[in-house]
């Protein structure tokens, strides 16, 4: 089955011809970037004062009696490669 699925794979590249698009002229290009841009108040987590090291974040956490929220991740920042 393996080497069916690589073969049509294979079969679908060759015979396949990508063309490019059109260029979008400047006034489209801005009019995206703005619709894309995170609006005034879509980024909540930039006003959280993060912290950079652990340590001193359990300092202070046992200084003000709060807990700690840990995000760690692992490998690319984007995802699987």
Do not use: Y
Not at 9 to 28: F, K, M, N, Y
Not at 59 to 78: D, H, Q
């Amino acid at each position: 089955m393996t080497r069916h699925l690589v073969a049509m794979l294979a079969l679908v590249a060759l015979t396949h011809r990508a063309t490019a698009a059109d260029p979008i002229s400047p006034e489209q290009f801005n009019r995206l970037v703005e619709l894309i841009k995170p609006k005034q108040g879509e980024e909540k987590f930039r006003e959280i004062p993060w912290r950079t090291s652990l340590w001193q974040a359990r300092v202070e956490a046992a200084r003000t009696g709060k807990p700690i929220l840990a995000f760690l991740m692992a490998g690319p920042p984007l995802g699987c490669t």
